[in-house]
Nanobody, 116 residues
Framework: QVQLVESGGGLVQPGGSLRLSCTASETIFTFEMGWFRQPPGKERELVAV???????NYADSVKGRFSISRDNFKKAVYLQMNSLKPEDTAVYYC???????????WGQGTQVTVSS
């Protein structure tokens, strides 16, 4: 149903910044949106979430460095990543969840590599 496409990943030096984008094929006004990541050989983990009302939550490991935002008019969600560290290296996935968790959609993922 809802297609999610991530973009903006790439190679960046430690201390650098990247901005990830997630564009949805349908309106997401009422959806809770989130970013997850999966480091090599590890489980997928929550990075940040933003509700339809704009409330945000972050993993402790990224607090103060990452910022999630949404633009419902553009049907997009963003993840601004600053002060990147090598341990931030992972495939980053966009997630959309409909009200009451009735539907969950995932993007294909975008690679973020932090290395000198």
């Amino acid at each position: 149903q809802v297609q999610l496409v991530e973009s903006g990943g790439g190679l960046v030096q430690p201390g650098g910044s990247l901005r990830l984008s997630c564009t949805a094929s349908e309106t997401i006004f009422t959806f809770e949106m989130g970013w997850f990541r999966q480091p090599p050989g590890k489980e997928r983990e929550l990075v940040a979430v933003i509700t339809g009302a704009g409330r945000t939550n972050y993993a402790d490991s990224v607090k103060g460095r990452f910022s999630i935002s949404r633009d419902n008019f553009k049907k997009a969600v963003y993840l601004q990543m600053n002060s990147l560290k090598p341990e931030d290296t992972a495939v980053y996935y966009c997630k959309a969840e409909s009200p009451y968790g009735r539907r969950v959609y995932w993007g294909q993922g975008t690679q973020v590599t932090v290395s000198s």
